[in-house]
Nanobody, 123 residues
Framework: QVQLVESGGGSVQAGGSLRLSCAAS????????MGWFRQTPGKEREGVAG???????TYAISAKGRFTISKDNAKNTLYLQMNSLTPEDTAMYYC?????????????????WGQGTQVTVSS
């Protein structure tokens, strides 16, 4: 059974940093494309960053230069380092996995989801 469990969210002031983690189990971690998404109430879930099995990354425009996605295959763990946070980054953050080797960073292409971790950035 596939499980994705996020952690590392919290409250931080603008300009601060957080590192999110996503522990994966129940499937071959190295074979799946992994992504981070976020969602605020009343808005659609949006892609933040993605990483393929070879470590090639892609970022939403809002994340480029501030966020870094990475993974540790030995630990079956996905990370999202977030720097220079702004109140606009406040959202529930989700990690997701798909067997599609190079999907667009859109929720409809991802099969498995975690429960989310809340990030709140105050001004």
């Amino acid at each position: 059974q596939v499980q994705l469990v996020e952690s590392g969210g919290g409250s931080v002031q603008a300009g601060g940093s957080l590192r999110l983690s996503c522990a994966a189990s129940g499937y071959t971690f190295t074979s799946y494309y992994m992504g981070w998404f976020r969602q605020t109430p009343g808005k659609e879930r949006e892609g933040v960053a993605g990483i393929n099995r070879l470590g090639t990354t892609t970022y939403a425009i809002s994340a480029k230069g501030r966020f870094t996605i990475s993974k540790d295959n030995a630990k079956n763990t996905l990370y999202l380092q977030m720097n220079s946070l702004t109140p606009e980054d406040t959202a529930m953050y989700y990690c997701a996995a798909t067997s599609n080797p190079w999907p667009a960073l859109e929720p409809r292409y991802f099969h498995f989801w975690g429960q989310g971790t809340q990030v709140t950035v105050s001004s």
